[in-house]
């Protein structure tokens, strides 16, 4: 028969991709308590947020208790953040804030 | 040959074709029904594992295995022997330079152009002339669906979830073509790219739909001007942020070029990048997208002039190189034609060319 059909009809594939059961339930760690802990900032630069962020970042900080911050500004608005840049503010920091504005 | 890809049972070809679009397999046109048996054809051309993945798509970032893109294949009509060219446009697209995570969830309306080049134009019967945007023939037409269909199974950018994309483009349900190498004068797009002319290859592109442009009947400057006319607009990305554009001369165009003393791409793309340039007082009525962080002045700013200048002028690309520049479409009668694609801006879509390795090979 024809288009793979059956006397039982026809089997059709899946074409969705799946993630991996273990990678999509894997969460980053929680931290119980944010007072004086460092926190990392990666902005990614648009220039709709470029007042809000800075602002939102002091605020944070004050209202938290945080012990300091690490701001960085991505090189590309439309790119992750390039992997030297998360690493180099993840070896800085307790916890670290990302985030996309447009 | 083991698959892993959940199975369906369906009735008739009806039922097959309306539970595609409930389970939401396809963007609002029909699909081939991807049985067992044509997923098998695929996976035996092919000659690597269905479990091989090739990356993850995103921006669900599921792994694109070999089976799922076998499957996408069958959707969109593919023959097996084009396989290995949707596999390389894919490496293409989800090279880091390429940003394909970016491209699929903007705003913008950009979308992801596979350009084929090499002998398979001939041996697998692409279209290149008249109308090459609208296929016109099963390689330009199933492979272009096909990494589409890649795209919004694998990937998962459903528009007005994970696509934001205002406008969007019908390019982006098909968006492949081949360089017309037989006429076209230069060196092809994936010689200039590193590979040798009897490589086969394929290469990705960013870019919005293409602005058609009447390039008249014959004078190398007077085409060259209306190009760059054309491009030097308020509103495309290039204009406010840089990055690549494509344009695609048609092969009547070509050929008027290098009559008129452009023999090398080169020589195109420098008299571009020196007329294809907005003044700055037209720059500061438009919508100033791009914005320095020391400075808050607009990025069109970073390039080298005197912004009180009213007269001064932006190039719509940062560099001569970031035109691409191809030979396609039809030869034309009273005039020549050709066509630009501005692309995203620096942020992504810039040029990826892959080699497309035979079956069996990776």
Known sequence: MSMGTTSRGMVLLDPVGRIPEEAAKKLSVRLPDLTNKKVGFIFDGHYMAEHFWPAMEEDLVKRLRLKGKVSRVKPNVGAPAPQAMVDEVAAQVDIAVTGMAA | ?362
Request: with cysteine; aromatic share 6%; net charge negative.
């Open chain 2, 1 to 362: 040959m083991k698959q892993a890809a959940d199975r369906i049972n369906v009735t008739d070809l009806d039922a097959a074709v309306e539970l595609m679009f409930e389970k939401r397999w396809t963007d609002g046109l029909p699909a081939i029904p991807p049985t067992e048996a044509a997923v098998s054809r695929m996976l035996s051309y092919i000659k690597r594992s269905p479990d091989e993945v090739i990356g993850p798509v995103p921006p669900r970032d599921a792994p694109a295995t070999i089976e799922k893109i076998a499957i996408n294949c069958v959707m969109a009509g593919c023959k097996p022997e084009y396989m290995p060219i949707v596999i390389a446009g894919l490496e293409a697209m989800l090279a880091p330079e390429f940003n394909l995570k970016g491209i699929q969830t903007t705003t913008h309306c950009v979308a992801p152009m596979t350009i084929v080049n090499g002998p398979q134009i001939k041996d697998l019967g692409f279209h290149y002339g008249d109308a090459v945007f609208v296929a016109g023939a099963r390689p330009n037409g199933t492979i272009g669906r096909a990494l589409r269909l890649i795209r919004w199974n694998v990937g998962g950018a459903y528009p007005g979830e994970t696509d934001r994309s205002t406008m969007g483009h019908p390019g982006e349900i098909c968006y492949c073509i081949p360089e017309n190498e037989e006429e076209n004068p230069w060196e092809p797009l994936h010689v200039e790219q590193g590979f040798k002319k009897e490589q086969n290859a394929v290469s990705a592109f960013g870019c919005e739909s293409p602005h058609h442009i009447m390039t008249g009947p014959g004078d190398a400057h007077c085409i060259l001007n209306a190009l760059a006319d054309s491009m030097a607009v308020l509103g495309n990305n290039n204009t406010h942020i840089g990055g690549w554009m494509l344009v695609v001369i048609g092969p009547r165009a070509a050929a008027h070029l290098v009559k008129g003393g452009f023999t090398s791409k080169k020589q195109v793309k420098e008299y571009l990048f020196e007329k294809a340039r907005i003044p700055v007082a037209k720059l500061r009525r438009g919508p100033g997208v791009g914005r320095d962080q020391a400075t808050d002045a607009p990025t069109w700013l970073r390039w080298p002039i005197d912004p009180e200048d009213d007269d001064a002028r932006v190039p719509v690309v940062r560099r001569p190189e970031d035109f691409v520049i191809m030979v396609a479409g039809g030869w034309g009668a009273a005039a020549a034609f050709c066509a630009i694609c501005p692309g995203w801006g620096y942020m992504g879509g810039q040029l990826v060319t892959r080699p497309v390795l035979p079956p069996g090979q990776k």
